[in-house]
């Protein structure tokens, strides 16, 4: 709806233009996914998977210092199918974006965005892989998934996927550290409201709020980008128990 605003916007930036970039590919995938016949499957499949998440880290999403930030990892940026409007409302207010935001917050939101899609993607060719292996997505095993895990030709892409966590994790805990953004995101509530921007702008103070209320997000970021790394070595060496992990880890 918004892409033709999106190639009219004038950039001055390397990261005003990698940000872009990555609303465009992430535009023109939402568009193609939205008539993808397996839709329904790969947010299936999306479910499934958040759901791992949440066991493989049970011992951080129950400690009351994490909590709050897992929840919005799990629940906003790793939410593909109920974001369209947010989406959209990103790529409304790109031209604001780039006349006013610094270059490294716009590099935070261009790995936000890149972070998003890869996770959409490697969602959707997981439904499809299933798909192929006869593996109805809502009757999905821990063996099914990991058949259909090594048959990816996105392996390069799942790396990057744990890279961007660890990268934007730390991006946003810089970031929620300066007090004038939380006074910002309270007075703009109003004139979001009048724009017609309120879901971005709670997306944007709840990734506040629960960054804010972490502890300690470097080691947290630590220890969900070392789990997963094995949990993908597990799997691609054909682990019995490819989510269970070292008592260290």
Not at 149 to 158: G, I, K, N, P, T
Not at 172 to 193: C, F, I, Q
């Amino acid at each position: 709806m918004y892409r033709e605003r999106l190639v009219a916007t004038e950039v001055r930036s390397e990261s005003a233009r990698r940000l872009r970039l990555r609303l465009l590919d992430y535009h023109d995938f939402r568009q193609s996914k939205a008539a993808h016949p397996l839709l329904e499957s790969s947010s299936r499949v999306a479910g499934w998977q958040a759901e791992r998440l949440k066991a493989t880290h049970l011992d951080l999403y129950q400690h009351p210092g994490y909590y709050h930030g897992l929840e919005f990892l799990l629940t906003d940026l790793y939410a593909p199918a109920w974001v369209t409007r947010r989406d959209d409302n990103i790529d409304r207010v790109f031209p604001r974006m780039v006349k006013w935001l610094p270059d490294n917050l716009l590099d935070t939101f261009a790995g936000l965005v890149e972070l998003n899609l890869i996770t959409q993607q490697l969602d959707l060719e997981l439904a499809e892989l299933c798909h192929q292996q006869g593996t109805p997505a809502d009757s999905l095993t821990i063996e099914r998934y990991c058949i259909a895990y090594r048959a990816s030709e996105r392996l390069d892409q799942r790396k990057k996927q744990i890279t961007l966590v660890a990268d934007v994790g730390q991006q946003l805990d810089h970031y929620v550290r300066n007090r004038t953004l939380g006074w910002l995101l309270s007075m703009s509530r109003a004139p979001a409201e009048m724009a017609d921007l309120t879901d971005l702008h709670s997306f944007l103070h709840r990734g506040y709020s629960a960054f804010r209320k972490m502890t300690d997000v470097k080691l947290l970021i630590n220890r969900l980008v070392t789990r997963e790394q094995q949990v993908m070595r597990n799997i691609l060496a054909g682990h019995p128990e490819p989510f269970s992990l070292p008592g260290d880890l």
